[in-house]
T-cell receptor
């Protein structure tokens, strides 16, 4: 058990809808990272938050947004969903950029 | 963007064999990571390297900064090593885990 909790495990929704993925980091970890894994693109870094503030941005679409709350949990919001957004979304956490990275089990999003 | 290439794409080995997975990248990095993704989808971070060599149990990771190349070795392979092994690099000194990923090497170890 990595200590990183992601909910829900599975999500099935229709095109055009909006969903929220939730991540609770390991106790004590200030950084939260979101990654997307799709069949055609593989793993991609989306965004990082550190202690409530955005630290780095990757290949995150404008339809996607994220935030980290004072209790350090993070949410990834995906809107105007398209079929191509179907993927596994991983959250990971670490104390710092040089300490071990711990992954959650992922949320599998299916857009129909 | 830092291009990360892994080889081979797929690898089948018999139990007990010595396995090598290679990773090359295109531009300077702050660190290189090896990850393991289990058949169920979970990801585990195996190594973070910025120079030299690291060992953990039967796993050894090396990096050659000048050649922009890293290898992951598995000694005395076992069926439980069957997984996808992913190389990733960080070029962002402000964010250690803003990673560029390789496409992964799918390893199957047969008894």
């Amino acid at each position: 058990d990595s200590g990183v909790t992601q909910t829900p495990k599975h999500l099935i929704t229709a095109t055009g809808q909006r969903v929220t993925l939730r991540c609770s980091p390991r106790s004590g970890d200030l950084s939260v990272y979101w990654y997307q894994q799709s069949l055609d693109q593989g793993l991609q870094f989306l965004i990082q938050y550190y202690n409530g503030e955005e630290r780095a941005k990757g290949n995150i679409l404008e339809r996607f947004s994220a935030q980290q709350f004072p209790d350090l949990h993070s949410e990834l919001n995906l809107s105007s969903l398209e079929l191509g957004d179907s993927a596994l979304y991983f959250c990971a956490s670490s104390v710092s950029g040089r300490s071990p990275l711990h992954f959650g089990n992922g949320t599998r999003l299916t857009v129909t | 963007k830092n291009e990360v290439e892994q080889s081979p794409q797929n690898l089948t080995a018999q139990e007990g064999e010595f396995i090598t997975i290679n990773c090359s990248y295109s531009v300077g990095i702050s660190a290189l990571h090896w990850l393991q993704q289990h058949p169920g989808g979970g990801i585990v971070s195996l190594f973070m390297l910025s120079s030299g060599k690291k060992k953990h149990g039967r796993l050894i990771a090396t990096i050659n900064i000048q050649e922009k190349h890293s290898s992951l070795h598995i000694t005395a392979s076992h069926p439980r090593d069957s997984a996808v092994y992913i190389c990733a690099v960080s070029s962002n000194s402000n964010s250690g885990y803003a990673l560029n990923f390789g496409k992964g090497t799918s390893l199957l170890v047969t008894p």
